[in-house]
């Protein structure tokens, strides 16, 4: 029989998994603090679909982007229109706002947490089913701003207890400071053109600032006497890039100025961040984003400047599983009934449905009748009671309750089971 797998670079997610940070009760509660903490800082929560038109991407991302260019799973239906699988939550989150005029009451403050989709080599750290969160502050031009969005992400970070991580932040100015830079940079890249790798050669005509961008050892060398986008920023830019560093001086956040960092997507203007972890070995770039004046003026006639950022959820769970501290699940408790009886199974189906009744979460034993199999599922699964009821219990209409968390046990008759659990739980 063919045997059936996940797709490669896809994963599963469930409780006790073998990979630590498979494990769901982890992503459960790891959206619940991203959630919070977006809360935090005004952010409302916003959930869009899984595909969009390719188009939005292609205008949205920059055809010349890598994701766009390589990395987007694109079909045709059945109408023969080209959608796509999200590779990234920016541009559809500015897609609903748009759709939904949510601009009209500014500042709009929106974050997702959702799975986004690229088909990129597989690795530690790498899938092609990922997950993001997401967050965008539109409606506000100020380095303040961009301070508000670096505090949220580092301060995140800092509460989950990952500290071994750089901050880094650069300017990239206007599309028209880029655009004399750019000339510059190919000018001085054009004699050593047959030096640098493919995807540079290929970047060169296509998108030349992404040559800074490159991880090839080729292309570093070349780099090294370039000129550098620096010299290119405007005034106003370098006014906003100095009061964003003089906020996170004030705030205490630490970061270091990287002239090479220039993000993958073409919308970013100003402001651009990424924090990485220090661990070396997988891919270690934990979040990123920056400033995107031109994404909205780029998908309508409508000009907003907005902020934002994506942190990759798989990343951000590693980084917090290298600090080694096991993590403890505190579910809710929960109860177990054991059956032993040969006419005990419906009298549990009775009171487990009146102690759900009460919102009181329990569970029926119903594979086999030895107590000894049953009592060691109750302790490896974490219940915290097994009410028992073997033949003396129906023949006196009483119920031991054992408390597994205390090691003691009592009997309680049928009437004052929920009275007994509603107690215990108060
Ligand atoms: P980007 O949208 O490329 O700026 O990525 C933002 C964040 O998403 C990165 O910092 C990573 O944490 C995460 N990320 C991006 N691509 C992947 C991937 N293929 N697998 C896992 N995480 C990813």
């Known amino acids: 029989m063919q045997s059936f797998k996940a797709p490669k670079g896809t994963f599963d997610l469930f ?3 073998k990979e630590p940070w498979q494990e769901i009760r982890l992503w459960q509660w790891m959206e619940e603090e991203c959630k919070k903490f977006s809360e935090l800082f005004g952010f409302s929560e916003i959930r869009t679909p899984v595909f969009e038109t390719t188009e939005l991407f292609a205008r949205g991302a920059g055809d010349s982007s890598d994701i766009v260019e390589k990395e987007m799973y694109t079909f045709l239906d059945k109408g023969e229109r080209s959608f796509s699988l999200r590779p990234e939550l920016t541009a559809c989150l500015v897609r609903s706002i748009l759709e939904h005029q949510l601009y009209t009451k500014l500042p709009c403050k929106l974050y ?8 990129d080599r597989p690795q530690a750290g790498r899938y092609r089913q990922f997950h993001q969160w997401s967050l965008e502050s539109i409606g506000i031009d100020s380095p303040f701003e961009d301070a508000e969005m670096i505090a949220l992400a580092y301060g995140f970070l ?3 207890g990952i500290h071994s991580t750089v901050l880094k932040i650069n300017t990239i100015g206007t599309p028209d400071d880029r655009k004399n830079f750019q000339e510059s940079l190919k000018e001085f890249l054009l004699p050593h053109f047959e030096k640098l790798s493919p995807d540079s050669q290929r970047r060169f005509h296509t998108n030349p600032l992404r040559i800074l ?3 090839e050892s080729c292309d570093k060398e070349l780099l090294q006497g370039a000129p550098t986008l620096c010299d290119y920023i405007n005034s106003k830019s370098q ?3 100095s009061l964003l560093k003089e906020s996170l001086d004030r705030l205490g956040i630490a970061y270091q100025e990287d002239p090479l960092l220039v993000r993958g997507l073409d919308y970013y203007t100003d402001t651009v961040f990424e924090i990485a972890s220090l661990k070396e070995g997988r891919q270690n770039s934990l979040l990123g984003g920056g400033r995107y004046n031109g994404l909205f003026r780029s998908l309508s006639s409508i000009d907003l400047p907005a902020v934002g950022f994506a942190a990759g ?10 600090q080694g501290k096991p993590h403890l699940f505190t579910g809710n408790k929960k109860a177990l009934f054991i059956p032993l009886a040969p006419d005990s199974e419906i009298s549990s189906l009775c009171f487990a449905d009146a ?3 009460k919102n009181i979460a329990c569970e029926l034993w119903l594979r086999g009748k030895k107590l000894s199999k049953a009592l060691s599922f109750a302790a490896e699964n974490g219940f915290s009671e097994a009410i028992i009821l073997g033949e003396e219990e129906m023949s006196q209409k009483m119920a031991t309750i054992k408390r597994l968390d205390q090691a003691t046990q009592e009997k309680v008759d049928f009437d004052s089971i929920v009275p007994y659990f509603e107690q215990l739980r108060r």
């Open 15 to 17: 409780t006790n998994s």
């Open 313 to 322: 959820i798989e990343r951000v769970l590693l980084a917090y599983l290298d």
């Open 239 to 241: 006014t906003h890039f």
């Open 355 to 357: 102690l759900r009744k």
């Open 112 to 119: 997702t947490i959702a799975s986004c989709f690229r088909h």
């Open 158 to 160: 800092q509460r989950l």
């Open 213 to 215: 961008d490159s991880k």
